[in-house]
């Protein structure tokens, strides 16, 4: 289906359904939100080890 169909069928809901699709919306996009901050931290973290490691192995070589 597409976005246009979905769309058009917006206005032949009730406005129980149409609230439903809103929290679905809502959440959906919440849960997208905490997945990219959880994506950025662990990015954070990798990069902090990486470079720790990298400073082990420099300090190792005097």
């Given at each position: 289906?597409?976005?246009?169909?979905?769309?058009?069928?917006?206005?032949?809901?009730?406005?129980?359904?149409?609230?439903?699709?809103?929290?679905?919306?809502?959440?959906?996009?919440?849960?997208?939100?905490?997945?990219?901050?959880?994506?950025?931290?662990?990015?954070?973290?990798?990069?902090m080890?990486?470079?720790?490691?990298?400073?082990?192995?420099?300090?190792?070589?005097?």
């Amino acid at each position: 289906m597409s976005k246009a169909q979905i769309i058009s069928e917006i206005p032949k809901l009730s406005h129980q359904e149409r609230r439903e699709i809103m929290r679905l919306i809502v959440e959906v996009e919440q849960d997208a939100e905490t997945l990219a901050e959880c994506d950025r931290l662990a990015l954070e973290r990798f990069q902090m080890l990486d470079a720790m490691e990298a400073e082990d192995e420099k300090n190792a070589a005097r």
